[in-house]
């Protein structure tokens, strides 16, 4: 069925040298992890040591954040063609992060998750509610205009090719997990969302993960929902023993 992978968001934390002590500690701790894929996203001047590091082990490397097109003049971006050419496997897209912080919308969602497959990345596409949206009972609407605006125009094919990431806005970085029912819900409603668009096959197949606040003690009673098919993981994913138990949940 759909293989768990767990994935950590470094956001802005993380020296080049940090990094390699990251995942000299770190890998000997998943060597033993089967059935499952573990990711890390670094900073991007981090990316070159993590690849390096993480060469011929089952972890793989992702980046934060990508522009849309192949490279041109763009000031302090990167291209998915350049993460592709250093070895990255994912980017992370539309991070809530990137939508508070930097005024990323559903349109600019959907050209880097098209960008990102044009240059073979595997996207892992970020949705989830504010705390007043959920309060005011408009999570299903939020959650299903992300997913109207930034997935369901791509095609069959590319839509086959994403991850989703259901990370409520109120739990990440808060320590305010949602509860596993709460996600399982959200994670049903998306699902659901997908089954309408592109067909059940398409809906079982998806993978979808939980981020907020995703720590080594609530990993596995997430993990026992159904609908939930892995993590995103923040805070958690900076230390090597605890990102090792979230990925061995
Ligand atoms: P958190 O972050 O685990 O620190 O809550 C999750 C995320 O932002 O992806």
Redesign the pocket.
């Given at each position: 069925m759909r293989t768990p992978l767990l994935a950590g968001?470094w956001?802005m934390y993380k020296t080049p040298q940090e990094t390699q002590a990251f995942f000299d500690a770190f890998l000997p701790l998943v060597a033993g992890a089967a059935g499952r894929d573990a990711a890390i996203c670094p900073p991007y001047i981090d990316l070159a040591v993590a690849l390096a590091a993480a060469a011929g082990s089952n972890v793989g490397i992702g980046a934060q954040n990508l522009a849309a097109g192949k490279e041109g003049a763009m000031t302090g971006e990167i291209s998915g063609h350049m993460l592709k050419t250093i070895g990255c496997k994912y980017v992370l897209v539309g991070?809530?992060?990137r939508r508070q912080f930097f005024g990323e919308n559903e349109a600019g969602v959907l050209s880097k998750t098209q960008a990102a497959l044009e240059y073979g990345l595997t996207p892992i596409v970020?949705v989830g509610e504010l705390l007043a949206q959920r309060e005011s009972g408009s999570t299903e609407a939020v959650l299903k205009q992300q997913f109207d605006g930034g997935m369901a125009p791509l095609s069959a094919e590319q839509f086959a090719k994403i991850v989703i990431?259901y990370?409520p806005v109120w739990?990440?970085?808060?320590g305010k997990v949602a509860t596993p029912e709460q996600a399982a819900e959200a994670h049903a409603y998306i699902r659901g969302l997908v089954a309408e668009k592109f067909g059940n096959a398409q809906a079982l197949a998806i993978r979808i993960l939980y981020?907020?606040?995703?720590k080594p003690d609530n990993v596995a009673g997430l993990m026992s929902k159904g609908d939930i098919d892995g993590a995103?993981?923040?805070?958690?994913?900076l230390d090597p023993k605890s990102f090792a138990a979230i990925v061995n949940f």
């Amino acid at each position: 069925m759909r293989t768990p992978l767990l994935a950590g968001n470094w956001k802005m934390y993380k020296t080049p040298q940090e990094t390699q002590a990251f995942f000299d500690a770190f890998l000997p701790l998943v060597a033993g992890a089967a059935g499952r894929d573990a990711a890390i996203c670094p900073p991007y001047i981090d990316l070159a040591v993590a690849l390096a590091a993480a060469a011929g082990s089952n972890v793989g490397i992702g980046a934060q954040n990508l522009a849309a097109g192949k490279e041109g003049a763009m000031t302090g971006e990167i291209s998915g063609h350049m993460l592709k050419t250093i070895g990255c496997k994912y980017v992370l897209v539309g991070h809530s992060e990137r939508r508070q912080f930097f005024g990323e919308n559903e349109a600019g969602v959907l050209s880097k998750t098209q960008a990102a497959l044009e240059y073979g990345l595997t996207p892992i596409v970020c949705v989830g509610e504010l705390l007043a949206q959920r309060e005011s009972g408009s999570t299903e609407a939020v959650l299903k205009q992300q997913f109207d605006g930034g997935m369901a125009p791509l095609s069959a094919e590319q839509f086959a090719k994403i991850v989703i990431a259901y990370e409520p806005v109120w739990a990440i970085g808060t320590g305010k997990v949602a509860t596993p029912e709460q996600a399982a819900e959200a994670h049903a409603y998306i699902r659901g969302l997908v089954a309408e668009k592109f067909g059940n096959a398409q809906a079982l197949a998806i993978r979808i993960l939980y981020g907020g606040s995703v720590k080594p003690d609530n990993v596995a009673g997430l993990m026992s929902k159904g609908d939930i098919d892995g993590a995103l993981v923040g805070g958690a994913s900076l230390d090597p023993k605890s990102f090792a138990a979230i990925v061995n949940f």
